[in-house]
């Protein structure tokens, strides 16, 4: 990788101080050991010399850096709450070009450090890692638990050769193992925590089978609407698995529960045409109480703003596994108009699923976010309010 200490200037413990810091500002590092892990785990042992970074917020670093030619730049990317591209398209892309499908990446602190303050690992703990990646959070894991207490599972060869590379590098523990993530490790089971990296939407029962009654597993839940979030669950027994939620969060989908992420309009001609009196801009940053609400009762379903001319709309589109032609709507509201004017397509009628959902949650009170949890066993996976024996919506897959 070149040098292996920062340019002058700069120093490791100051790069860390000044992340840490940020972090602790922004609400996303609350225990002071993870200050220490981001010490005892260097994040540029796990980060490439030329790398595409994403910003996780306005002021992070963002673009190419490479350590030989902007060693200052590289450095302060770094440790920075940025994302580092690892892979794109599944290894048939461009990782330095930052176009793509981005399919692997050293996360972002700024959401490494909330799942690792939910999953809460102990010493002596027994972890399970879905979605090694880097390996950075496998050894921060390892560093919390214990040698020889984490086994982080990476679906890609190419991928997992890497982060063995990096784990040797930074001396950790950590044992990782080429697989499929959603059958877990039955071989080391059962386990006292499950952490997972990768967005899913179906929760693999293997996970709740493989993990001791008490233990908990923590992931980003995306089944829709408009982003992940983070997911808590504790475990019952072998089929059950209860928790709640405590905030966003948007993750590269696990691959085989992967759906097309872009809105496509078709058949306009066979379209059904209406009005409507909500505005667009309800949905725009709805309460994210209503939006589990709308997960729950519009299954498979994304959508996103737009602005223009003076006027908002909203599209909508079914998660339908890369088909060509599945269902979609669009509310249009004219600058001064009334109404908005409606248009939908297909086997589903999207926007008025979604105008039913909200109007539901009106109608219960408008319940917070706080307020929701979810359960998962054999018969799928249902959202609750308020308590797991109460009002309760079975989410449709």
């Given at each position: 990788?070149?040098?292996?200490?920062?340019?002058d200037g700069f120093t490791f413990d100051?790069?860390?101080?000044?992340?840490?810091a940020h972090l602790r500002a922004r609400g996303s590092l609350?225990?002071?050991r993870w200050e220490e892990a981001l010490r005892a785990v260097p994040r540029h042992l796990f980060a490439p010399a030329a790398a595409w970074f994403t910003s996780?917020?306005?002021?992070?670093?963002?673009?190419?850096?490479a350590l030989d030619d902007e060693p200052a730049a590289?450095?302060?990317?770094?440790?920075?709450?940025t994302s580092v591209v690892l892979q794109t398209d599944d290894g048939a892309g461009d990782p330095l070009s930052g176009k793509g499908l981005f399919s692997s990446s050293v996360s972002a602190p700024g959401i490494v450090f909330p799942f690792l303050e939910l999953l809460a690992p102990q010493k002596g703990d027994r972890i399970l890692e879905i979605g090694t990646g880097s390996g950075w959070t496998a050894a921060l894991l390892s560093w919390a638990a214990g040698a020889n207490s984490v086994i982080s599972i990476e679906v890609d060869p190419e991928m997992a050769a890497r982060a063995a590379a990096n784990l040797r590098k930074a001396g950790s523990a950590a044992q990782l193992v080429v697989g499929d993530g959603v059958k877990g490790w039955p071989e080391q089971a059962p386990f006292d925590?499950?952490?997972v990296t990768v967005g899913v939407s179906d929760i693999p029962m293997a996970w709740i089978e493989q993990t001791r009654p008490g233990g908990v597993i923590v992931l980003p839940w995306h089944a829709g609407g408009l982003v992940g979030h983070q997911l808590r669950l504790k475990v019952v027994n072998e089929t059950t698995a209860v928790g709640r939620f405590h905030g966003t969060a948007s993750y590269m989908m696990l691959r085989e529960q992967r759906?097309?992420?872009r809105w496509s309009g078709h058949h306009h001609e066979a379209a059904h045409r209406s009005t409507t009196r909500i505005s667009p801009r309800t949905f725009w940053d709805m309460d994210l109480g209503a939006q589990l609400l709308c997960i729950a009762l519009v299954p498979r379903v994304s959508w996103y703003d737009v602005s223009e001319d003076g006027g908002d709309s909203l599209l909508l589109y079914e998660l339908d596994d890369h088909a060509a032609e599945g269902?979609?709507?669009?509310?249009?509201?004219k600058a001064g108009a009334a109404e908005a004017e409606v248009t939908q397509y297909g086997d589903r009628r999207l926007w008025d699923e979604l105008s039913s959902a909200y109007r539901q949650w009106i109608s219960l009170g408008r319940p917070g976010y706080d307020r929701f949890g979810l359960t998962v066993d054999p018969a799928g996976i249902q959202l609750w309010l308020d308590h797991p024996s109460a009002r309760t919506w079975k989410m449709q897959t």
């Open positions: 990788m070149g040098a292996v200490t920062p340019p100051g790069l860390v101080a000044k992340l840490a609350t225990d002071a996780n917020h306005a002021s992070a670093p963002r673009g190419r850096f590289w450095w302060t990317a770094v440790y920075a709450d925590r499950v952490h759906y097309n992420t269902s979609w709507a669009a509310c249009d509201l």
